[in-house]
């Protein structure tokens, strides 16, 4: 291998260093002189190296690699990254959990994040999904609320059973989230071992206008493997940075991850009169009703060279779409379109898309100016606003999504809970799970619930009963309640 040219070090102004270990003072033992420019510099960037850790989803690990299209569904959306089977797009994908701080444990109970970002040649697409395929709410209104009891109690800055249970109990739609959660798919053995979904319903459309409504899947090739909940805790222990480990070390190995990505589709008219509601992203779409069809396979195959240029920096957005990919009607994914953007020009500052991770790698034509930090040409001379007769970029009509149909009046609609929203929590507990996960089911919530006020328990236990008799009875009987009382 050729011997690398050694580097002379410099300031960050380009100035060779003549010294980097002894400060200039006034004698040997003197104050420092202010005329030390690079004592300074250094200084006060290393002052600046935090930026603020990602409000959720702050501890990850990421890898770059790339999505192979193995089925034709051009019939379906006219994204042209979807367009021929053989053809590869670049990806990099970001998997994290979800309450915990930047350097909390990889293998806490929690749900996983599964972000994965295309670049493709109409822009990137991101699908900002979970290794879970519902979640816990289905309007954000509650979601700063619903956050705020998985992290800290703001008096003791401890993690509070009574938080997370209360705020749990008192939302009944999240019984299916916390179900999954409390299995041992809440404790995945690795990042590789574990599925993405897309949780969300999105729209695909053709270029004729015709649209369906479709959910993404990311099916593990490693196979589901998890942590018990006595594995978990013992590793956040023995080693907290485990899943970032596998993840890196695997790659680095040539032992390269690989999902199949599916997808189901539904039409416009079956979502009319399908027995769930097909944009609640606290209910799937049971395989039985919709299939899952093949669309591509994802492989990461090289490891990020610098971990905040590309991990810690890496923005994805549910707003990021290409042509061909739309939003549902979805009231929470509509909320999420705005809040990442929103998250990232406070963590990264306004030019964030800027930045080489994040940037698209098709062209990017906007008229958007200036700004803090905005390090390329700026658009140079070319014209900064629409219309102009100067020959800047001009949208394309051709590539607008078909409309959503919309009516009623503008309000605070809550959803309605009614039984349907313990049918699947049920089916999942019953005809899913073995007795052997239900039985771990089981011990991981009483584990966790027991540190809970009673009246608590008792609240929760109830949402246990709802969705299975035998599910709340067991939960009844391991905390020491009477079922009567429940
Ligand atoms: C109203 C509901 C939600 C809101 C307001 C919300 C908000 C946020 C915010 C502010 C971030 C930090 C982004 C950043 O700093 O770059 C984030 C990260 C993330 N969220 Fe959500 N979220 C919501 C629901 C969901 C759901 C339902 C999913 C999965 C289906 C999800 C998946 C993720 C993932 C994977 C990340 C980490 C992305 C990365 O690796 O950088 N979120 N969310």
Redesign the pocket.
């Known amino acids: 291998m050729a011997e690398k040219k050694k580097k002379k070090l410099t300031t960050s102004f380009g100035k060779p260093v003549e010294n980097d270990l002894n400060s200039i003072t006034a004698g040997p033992k003197g104050p420092v002189i202010l005329h030390d420019v690079h004592l300074i510099d250094k200084l006060a960037h290393f002052n600046r190296e935090r930026i ?6 702050a501890k ?1 690990a ?1 890898a770059h690699g790339y999505f192979e299209v193995t089925n034709d569904l051009t019939k379906y959306t006219r994204a042209k990254f979807l367009s021929e089977v053989g053809k590869r797009t670049e990806v990099f994908a ?3 959990t ?1 309450g915990g701080e930047k350097g909390s444990a990889d293998s806490e109970r929690d ?5 994965v970002k295309f670049y493709t040649e109409e822009g990137n697409f991101d699908m ?3 290794n ?1 395929p519902v ?1 816990f ?1 289905r ?2 209104m ?3 609320d619903f ?1 705020h009891t998985q992290k800290r109690n703001p008096a003791t800055n401890l993690k509070d059973p009574d938080m997370f249970w209360d705020f749990l109990s008192l939302t009944p739609e999240s019984i299916h989230q916390v179900t999954i959660l409390f299995s041992d798919r809440g404790t995945p053995r690795s990042y590789r071992h574990m599925n993405g ?4 319903t999105l729209m695909w459309y053709n270029e004729k206008g015709e649209y369906w409504w479709v959910k993404l899947h990311f099916k593990t090739e490693q196979g589901i493997e998890n942590f018990t909940g006595e594995e978990a805790d013992k590793m956040r222990g023995k080693d907290p940075d485990t899943a970032t480990r596998d993840l890196h070390e695997s790659i680095e190995k040539g032992d390269h991850p690989a999902w199949s990505v599916k997808v189901q589709i539904m039409t416009p008219e079956q979502a009319k009169s399908y027995r769930f509601d097909p944009f609640d ?1 606290t209910k799937v779409w049971p395989h039985g009703d919709f299939p899952l069809i093949d669309v591509g396979r994802m492989v990461l195959n090289r490891n990020p060279e610098n971990y905040f240029a590309e991990v810690e920096q ?5 707003g990021n779409l290409v042509p061909g990919i739309g939003p549902s009607p979805d009231k ?2 509509q ?2 379109i ?3 953007h ?3 020009r406070h ?2 500052g306004p030019n964030y898309h800027l930045l080489p991770i994040n940037a698209p790698k098709s062209d990017m034509n906007s008229y958007q100016r200036d700004g803090a930090a905005r390090y390329d040409n700026n658009g140079g001379s070319e014209p900064n606003y629409w219309p102009n007769s100067f020959g800047g970029p001009d949208p394309d009509p051709e590539m607008a999504a078909p409309p959503i149909e919309i009516s009623d009046a503008a309000d605070r609609y809550a959803y309605e809970l009614t039984d349907n929203d313990f049918v699947q929590a049920g089916d999942l507990y019953r005809k899913v799970m073995t007795e052997k996960e239900r039985e771990h089911l089981v011990n991981n919530i009483v584990g966790h619930i027991k540190g809970a006020q009673k009246r608590i328990q008792l609240r929760q236990t109830a949402l246990f009963f709802k969705a299975d008799r035998e599910y709340g009875e067991r939960i009844a009987k391991g905390l020491g309640l009477d079922v009567a009382e429940v």
Do not use: C, W
Request: aromatic fraction near 18%.
């Open positions: 603020p850790e990602r409000v959720v989803h990850g990421g970001r998997f994290s979800v749900p996983r994040g599964f972000a900002v999904g979970n879970t979640f709410i309007d954000a509650k979601f700063p956050i979904y897309s949780g969300h992203v890496a923005a994805f957005s549910p929470m994914f909320a999420r705005f809040a990442y929103d998250t990232q963590r990264l």
